[in-house]
């Protein structure tokens, strides 16, 4: 058996010989998994010097493999944290929300620390919004933003809003962020949180979020199909309708320049976030 030593020199193992040796298939299932030997394999690899020697070479292979390549493609726990956190950019959200569909591992820390989170209160809430949990509030809510940070307005000027933007709807936190698909597309990013503590993100999974086309004074004038916020009962037919999954995400794509309105149909009541504009950059 050949094996590399720490200087680059190829050197020959020596095989053993004695009738009790433990084959490759027993000292990988050793190195890997650490199963169990038979007893009299066990007491053979006490006094052999050969199979020892065999058997911290799997090992150092094993270790040398797991350092290069177990979870190459993954995200660092940084960057996770930072996801969770919504201090991300779009570009980097998509890129991990895009990682988490196909990598059980990394779900699952997120979901871990999404439940860590959910021990902190991100923005302070009057009690009154504290009064009813999200699936007990019945009618429509009207999400508020939330300003990621103070701006600083001149008088007369009216305020821009930018993206990324957060709003807070009875029990929940949204997020939202813009982004292009890799055919310039532009799509949004929807990140829902829930600010009680007791209750589950999860618990949104299958839910239904639509996007609905707001028309101006002269689109209206000109058209005959008028849009505001959709009115229960008499709902027009959205832009682009998709579900929420099990993280809390949603995705809307392709999303054309102009003004939408969000509307997330929870089992109760609907969410609503208005004033939703796309702009061609």
Known sequence: MLRQSGSGA??????????????????????????????????????????????????????????????????????????????????EVISVTQHLDVCPLCSGEVREIRQTLRDFEPFPVGDAQHSGSLHKVVGRIIASLVPWQPQLVTRGEVPHTPWPRQYRAGELNISLHLSRSSNGDMMMLGLFSCVNPDESIEELEGIEAQLYPVFSAQQQDDSDEKMAIPAQGERQKPIISTYIDDLGNVVFKPVPVGSYTLVVQLPQSEVVIEGLKIERN
Do not use: W
């Not at 190459?72 to 201090?87: E, F, G, H, I």
């Open 10 to 91: 190829v050197l020959k193992m020596q095989d053993c010989s004695h009738i009790m040796a433990l084959g490759d298939d027993e000292l990988l299932r050793l190195a890997l998994d650490n199963t169990p030997l038979r007893p009299e394999a066990g007491h053979h690899l006490r006094t052999c010097s050969e199979c020892q020697q065999r058997l911290e070479s799997y090992k150092r292979t094993n270790a040398f493999l797991l350092a290069h390549l177990y979870r190459s493609q993954c995200p660092d726990a940084t960057t996770l944290n930072l996801y969770c956190a919504r201090y991300l950019s779009p570009d």
